[in-house]
Every structure is written in structure tokens, then in C-alpha cells.
């Protein structure tokens, strides 16, 4: 069974500037999930989708941060602008109601 | 709000010995606890508790959930320097599908 798949794994950029990350959960699982860790930290919520629905964006930035899940599998997070806090491994999880599996992550710097 | 509390944060032993590391929770609706191994990468899956007194063992690693006092404990023994990682604890619920995470242990076995 494949695992969670994110792309990019690094991501460099300068602050006001956009940027998108990519993710495809395990296959069947409706429930997709994006964190955000921050060095020495727990991973953070940002958004949760049950299907192409979204569960709980509470914590997610809205005037900067979105995220999509058109078809109900795949999904992006996008990040405009940057800000020097956005510094951070972004998570993607996804669960079929028994844990939670994790993708590789990816680590953005924001210079 | 819900909370995960991990002791200690830091951790520095020598291989042979044997750790314990706690969390402890508050939630709404508990639905189970789980525990990651996270090394530069992504988190890895080591157990999903569920019910209390019940001991969840692989190899030189065990966990047990105590859901009067609301905590858990994951043992390693005989430790290796390959368990030199981050343990994430993290709770679930709301029918399993909404994660809290801990701040995480940061264990350091040295040879």
C-alpha cells in the first residue's frame, strides 16, 4: 500500500513571496488532514477535509494561508504571502477513522 | 480547549538504560491515545491505546493508557542509539478523527 505522498520536499523562498504544496493521501482514506510544525514544537492543525469537504479550518491563517480538496482525494496548501513565521514543516495526514499516517513533509524556509 | 502534556522535553541517557516517557491529556470525548516516533522526517506510528490497563508492546518499546488519571507512558528498554528521536504523543476524538499532539520528547541515547 502506498504511503502518503507531499511534493515539494524543500522549499526556499523570500517573504511576501506565494507558494503551494502539494498532497495525495492513502488510497480510501476520506479524511485528509494539513499540520504545521514548527522546529521544537508539536505538530499544529490547519485544516482538516472529510471527503472535499472541509471539518475545521479554526486555525488556519485565511488572509494568507488556503487549501483545497476539489476531488476529494488530492489536495493543496497555498501560502500567500509568506511570512518569516511561516518557517516550518508542513504535514500532510490523512486517516480512514483508525490513526493517523503521515506524509514525508514539507520543510519551507522563508527567508 | 483540549490539551497534551509531555514529560520530561528533553531527555539524555546512555545505551542500555531504560526510559519512561509520560503524557497526559484533557479532552472532550476521548477517543484514543497515540504515540509517534519522529526522527528528520515525518512522524512514524508506534501505538494506538484505546483502553485502560491494557499493555500494547513491540520489541523494546511498550505503552500502557491510565483513562481514570487521563495519561499514558511509553517504556523503552535496553535503549539504542537508533532511538534517538522525538516522541509525539497525541489524542484523538470526536469518533477518532480530530488529533491533538503533545510538544513532544526529545530522547538522546548516547553510545
Known amino acids: 500500500e502506498a504511503g502518503v505522498a507531499q511534493s515539494p520536499r524543500y522549499k526556499i523562498i523570500e517573504k511576501r513571496q506565494s507558494v503551494a504544496f502539494w498532497c495525495n493521501p492513502i488510497?480510501?482514506?476520506?479524511?485528509l488532514y494539513w499540520y504545521q510544525q514548527i522546529l521544537g514544537q508539536g505538530p499544529k492543525l490547519l485544516i482538516q477535509?472529510?471527503?472535499?469537504?472541509?471539518?475545521?479550518d479554526s486555525q488556519l491563517p485565511k488572509d494568507r494561508f488556503s487549501a483545497e480538496r476539489l476531488k476529494g482525494v488530492d489536495s493543496t496548501l497555498k501560502i500567500q504571502p509568506a511570512k518569516l513565521e511561516d518557517s516550518a514543516v508542513y504535514l500532510c495526514?490523512?486517516?480512514?477513522?483508525?490513526?493517523?499516517?503521515f506524509g514525508p513533509g514539507t520543510r519551507l524556509t522563508v527567508l | 480547549e483540549d490539551k497534551v502534556v509531555q514529560s520530561p522535553l528533553s531527555l539524555v541517557v546512555h545505551e542500555g538504560d531504560t526510559v519512561t516517557l509520560n503524557c497526559s491529556y484533557e479532552v472532550t470525548n476521548f477517543r484514543s491515545l497515540l504515540w509517534y516516533k519522529q526522527e528528520k522526517k515525518a512522524p512514524t506510528f508506534l501505538f494506538m491505546l484505546?483502553?485502560?490497563?491494557i499493555e500494547k508492546k513491540s520489541g523494546r518499546l511498550s505503552s500502557i493508557l491510565d483513562k481514570k488519571e487521563l495519561f499514558s507512558i511509553l517504556n523503552i528498554t535496553a535503549t539504542q542509539t537508533g532511538d534517538s528521536a522525538v516522541y509525539l504523543c497525541?489524542?484523538?476524538?470526536?469518533?477518532?478523527?480530530?488529533?491533538?499532539f503533545g510538544p513532544g520528547t526529545r530522547l538522546s541515547v548516547l553510545p
Open positions: 484505546t483502553s485502560s490497563g
Open positions: 495526514a490523512s486517516s480512514l477513522g483508525q490513526g493517523l499516517f
Open positions: 488510497s480510501g482514506h476520506a479524511t
Open positions: 497525541a489524542v484523538a476524538d470526536n469518533y477518532g478523527q480530530n488529533f491533538v
Open positions: 477535509f472529510q471527503n472535499n469537504g472541509v471539518v475545521d
